[in-house]
């Protein structure tokens, strides 16, 4: 555990140093920042240590391989400004083996602005004014994951990694693409859960590319607005921490109480969060998360720490509440979140209301008339037949 810490570690500290020198770019790919999954955002995205299955490509790709059935698939929407911005998220997760010792999982997210007013051709050259010559055009992003994970001994350990590849655009006027990469690692010690995310471990660089035509350009410059360039984007590693507790002993009792605290490390510049530098800036988040019979959940989060000054003057600390809900129906998990992104920067309130579902396949049993043994003979340990039949030999103990 201690020798790939320090792995993990040194790559985030040689990328840091080797772009830190170059022209890095301030809140790159922020919207990879906003999180998957309605869990995550119930519990102020304090999920590092915690997360499991298909949403763990995302948070903390150790964590893939704990999922509950051999194949799990996961849904989010969510949207902002009455509408305007939509973000969504698709994962699928695959175990590996009949040891379920790894696990294969891949994840797309896109946040996008459809149907924005193209204006460039609403002037005629005679002056005269058409609105059939507006047209639309979308702002999107897009990140593609790929993530493996695997357990490692000691009992306990779990390490995962993604290789990402980002997309972005906007109309016919710009596009980028970008790679990256994350590893993540999870340890369990009895009801306390430790994790690790190195997001972009290696810095992930987005190559933008920038066209107009004459006309475009001659009407940005007679409009006195800056002609883009097409430049390349780099953005530095961040490392989140997680501890997490869990009371549970034994998975059957009723009630189930999990807490966990996330310390989030970036490297792009200081940032108005709890501790600020030029260097290293520490943003943590607080999460909560109740249950009954893993049936039902209840979950309760703050995250985003800020200080804001009033129009005196006077700073005070402010924090995003966030709070959210889980319901358990067989196979399919439905779960929502409610947060208050503006109370976060002092500008009212800004709700965010964001749904997800994970379905659970599960494979299909070996019934004892599929048996080629029947009975089980004294001769037959039963210890042997489990690596061939293991679901059944679960059934019958």
Do not use: C
């Amino acid at each position: 555990m201690s020798r790939l810490l320090t792995i993990i570690l040194a790559l985030g500290l040689f990328s840091y140093q080797s772009t830190n020198a170059q022209n890095t770019v301030k809140y790159g790919n922020e919207f990879l920042s906003i999180g998957v999954g309605a869990r995550a955002h119930g519990m102020g995205k304090s999920v590092v240590a915690s997360t499991t299955g298909g949403d763990a490509g995302f948070w903390n790709p150790a964590g893939l391989v704990i999922i509950p059935t051999n194949f799990q698939v996961n849904f989010m929407h969510a949207e902002w400004f009455a509408g305007v911005a939509k973000y969504d998220y698709v994962s699928f997760a695959n175990a590996l083996g009949k040891e379920k010792k790894s696990a294969l999982g891949i994840s797309v997210i896109r946040l996008g602005i459809d149907d924005i007013p193209n204006t460039f051709n609403l002037v005629g050259s005679d002056g005269s004014v058409n609105p059939d010559w507006v047209t639309g055009f979308s702002y999107a992003d897009y990140a593609g994951l790929i993530t493996y994970s695997r357990k490692l001994k000691p009992d306990g350990l779990r390490f995962g990694g993604n290789a990402k590849v980002i997309y972005r655009s906007v109309g016919k006027f710009g596009k980028a693409w970008g790679f990256g990469l994350d590893l993540g690692m999870q340890y369990d010690l009895g009801r306390w859960q430790l994790g690790l995310m190195a997001r972009d471990i290696t810095s992930t660089f987005n190559a933008w590319s920038i066209s107009y035509t004459e006309e475009e350009i001659g009407t940005l410059l007679a409009t006195g607005n800056e002609l883009g360039e097409s430049s390349i984007e780099i953005v530095t590693p961040t490392i989140i921490i997680g501890t997490a507790f869990n009371s549970r002993k034994t998975g059957k009792e009723k009630i189930g109480f999990l807490a966990e605290m996330n310390l989030n490390f970036t490297t792009d510049g200081q940032r108005n969060v709890l501790i600020s530098s030029p260097s290293i800036n520490i943003d943590p988040s607080l999460g909560i998360e109740l249950d009954y019979k893993g049936l039902v959940y209840l979950r309760g989060g703050v995250n985003n720490f800020q200080n804001v000054k009033d129009d005196d003057g006077n700073s005070s600390l402010v924090v995003q509440p966030n709070m959210g809900v889980g319901l358990k129906l067989g196979p399919f998990l439905i779960d929502y979140a409610l947060n208050n992104v503006g109370s976060a920067g002092n500008s009212g309130n800004f709700y965010s209301h964001i749904i997800s579902l994970s379905i659970n396949f599960k494979q299909k049993k070996i019934t004892k008339d599929k048996l080629e043994v029947t009975p089980i003979s004294p001769k037959v340990k039963k210890k042997d037949m489990k690596s061939d039949y293991p679901d059944y030999i679960e059934q019958i103990d």
